[in-house]
Structures are given as structure tokens and as C-alpha cells.
């Protein structure tokens, strides 16, 4: 006899997909989580997503299948020795110098968000332009300066350039490209970047200066 269900497997009973608490789960720790407790899908699928989720912050995660008489669940990490190694050499600073040099990078970053927004205007597929939004990256770099994350946040950034870099570099703009930042040697933030993060930035950057 066919039966009502409450929701589509995988969703909630508020409807849409499961929404899983990534800042929590990305924060370093090693987490444990359960099918039919903590998500509804296949644990391989799961697993999928723990992976895509790495991928898109451009960081690590580490994954363990668990199978006991409770039944399946999965053991977790997100990793990121980069962002691991810039908080430490921000621990190692003045408070004072990390607070400015925190608002010079997040008052920077916004600059060349607002030029950006004023100045770049990218194609439509009707032939039309319309102006370069860049709203996902406002919302990041705000985030990030609340939290307390502004460097690693711009590094992961770099790390895996958005669908904005792509914007600037059709529009002839990589003046306001985020890399060109992290490169300034004349700004204080300049030093909480990993040599790592920095030879990115200067490598994606090379052909703009040949």
C-alpha cells in the first residue's frame, strides 16, 4: 500500500537538502558523524561531499569509514597546515600590529571591491553588459574580518581563484586583483602570508607583468 512520506530521502522536514554545520566540522577537529543521525545519504556519498567541501575552501580533509553494530558513520578532518602555519606567525606578533595590520588588509580588500564594482562591467549572454557584482567575495572578506580569519580567508582565496578573477582578467583589470595584496611588501600584512600563498599569488600574476 502506497504511504505518505515526510520528505524525499536526503531532505530535512522543512524541505531541501540537509544543511550541514561546515564551520563547525572545518574548524581542525576530528569529528564523528552518523547515517541517519548526522546525514541521510549513502556513507560513500557522504564522503563525496566531505571531499567536494575540501576542495572548494582549498584545504585537506582526511576521511575513515566506520562500520559497528550501531551501523555506518564517518571519521573526519579538514586540514589546512597553510592557514595552520599564518595563525602561528600571527600568535608570534604584537596584538597591536596584527589589529592594524588586519584593518589594513580588510580595508584594502574592500577598496578593490569597490572599484571593481564601479569600474569592471562583464558580458551577458543577450550581448548586454551589466556591472561586475562580486557579492560572494564582500561576504567572505566580512566574514572573515569578523571572525578573525582575514589572512587565511584571502589565502584560500588565492589558492583557488574564484569566478571573479576570470571576470578581471576578461576585463583587462588585474590591477584589481586580490594576489596583488598579498604581494605588496610595502603593507604590514604582507608578512603573515606564507612564502607559499605568496609564490602563488606572484605566479598567477607573472603574466601580467612580462
Known amino acids: 500500500m502506497?504511504?505518505?512520506l515526510d520528505a524525499f530521502p536526503g531532505e530535512d522536514r522543512r524541505g531541501g537538502p540537509r544543511r550541514y554545520p561546515w564551520t563547525e566540522?572545518?574548524?581542525g577537529s576530528v569529528w564523528?558523524?552518523?547515517?541517519?543521525?548526522?546525514y541521510d545519504v549513502a556513507t560513500e556519498n557522504m564522503r563525496v561531499n566531505l571531499h567536494m567541501k575540501a576542495d572548494g575552501l582549498a584545504i585537506k580533509v582526511r576521511t575513515r569509514k566506520v562500520s559497528d553494530e550501531d551501523g555506518e558513520a564517518l571519521v573526519f578532518q579538514f586540514l589546512d597546515p597553510e592557514g595552520e602555519e599564518m595563525k602561528h606567525m600571527m600568535?608570534?606578533?604584537?596584538?597591536?600590529?596584527?589589529?592594524?595590520?588586519?584593518?589594513?588588509?580588510?580595508?584594502?580588500?574592500?577598496?578593490?571591491?569597490?572599484?571593481?564594482?564601479?569600474?569592471?562591467?562583464?558580458?551577458?549572454?543577450?550581448?548586454?553588459t551589466q556591472k561586475y557584482a562580486a557579492v560572494?567575495?564582500?561576504?567572505?572578506?566580512?566574514?572573515?574580518?569578523?571572525?578573525?580569519?582575514?589572512?587565511?580567508?584571502?589565502?584560500?582565496?588565492?589558492?583557488?581563484?574564484t569566478v571573479g578573477f576570470g571576470h578581471l582578467d576578461a576585463a583587462?583589470?588585474?590591477?584589481?586583483?586580490?594576489?596583488?595584496?598579498?604581494l605588496d611588501v610595502g603593507k604590514p600584512y604582507h608578512r603573515f602570508?606564507?612564502?607559499?600563498?605568496?609564490?602563488?599569488?606572484?605566479?598567477?600574476?607573472?603574466?601580467?607583468?612580462?
Request: glycine content about 4%; aromatic content about 6%.
Open 193 to 210: 602570508f606564507t612564502a607559499r600563498t605568496i609564490e602563488t599569488a606572484r605566479e598567477r600574476m607573472a603574466p601580467y607583468r612580462s
Open 91 to 128: 600568535a608570534q606578533a604584537q596584538p597591536a600590529e596584527v589589529k592594524d595590520a588586519m584593518e589594513q588588509l580588510y580595508t584594502d580588500a574592500i577598496e578593490i571591491y569597490d572599484r571593481a564594482r564601479e569600474e569592471v562591467t562583464i558580458p551577458r549572454k543577450d550581448g548586454s
Open 136 to 161: 560572494r567575495f564582500k561576504q567572505q572578506i566580512d566574514k572573515a574580518y569578523e571572525e578573525g580569519t582575514l589572512v587565511t580567508t584571502v589565502a584560500r582565496i588565492i589558492r583557488k581563484p
Open 172 to 182: 583587462g583589470r588585474p590591477d584589481l586583483m586580490l594576489e596583488n595584496l598579498v
Open 25 to 27: 566540522w572545518t574548524d
Open 32 to 38: 564523528e558523524i552518523r547515517q541517519g543521525t548526522d
Open 2 to 4: 502506497a504511504k505518505r
